[in-house]
């Protein structure tokens, strides 16, 4: 539960941005796509994200005694799984209101 509840808080926010971003753009532009993978430069957004789950979950590992690259492995896998995840709601968001892909 430690680990779970700041990188659930941090998923949240994170996957905010894109969802808003598309939710509020006109249906044929693909702005939450643009945000999440295009702006300001390729997978920004991405490696924004993984860098903050990495530096999170290294800080928690270390506030429980626990190895460095334990938190450093667990960032990243969290963020791949975010970026997946964020990528196909997205994705769904778009084409229920109407967007192709």
């Known amino acids: 539960m ?23 753009a006109p249906v044929t532009k693909a702005l939450g796509f643009e ?3 295009y702006v300001p430069f390729e997978f920004a957004f991405a490696l924004a994200a993984m860098l903050l789950f990495t530096v999170l979950n290294i800080y928690l590992s270390r506030r429980n ?13 969290i963020a791949a799984g975010w970026f997946e995840a964020a990528f196909l709601l997205v994705a769904q968001i778009h084409q229920h209101t109407g967007g192709k892909l």
């Not at 680990?3 to 509020?24: D, G, H, I, K, Q």
């Not at 005694?65 to 896998?77: A, H, K, M, P």
């Open 2 to 24: 430690r680990r779970f509840l700041p990188n659930f808080v941090l998923a949240t926010v994170l996957l905010a941005v894109p969802v808003v971003a598309e939710m509020s």
């Open 35 to 37: 945000v999440l993978l």
């Open 65 to 77: 005694q626990e190895s460095l690259w334990r938190g450093l492995t667990i960032g990243v896998v």
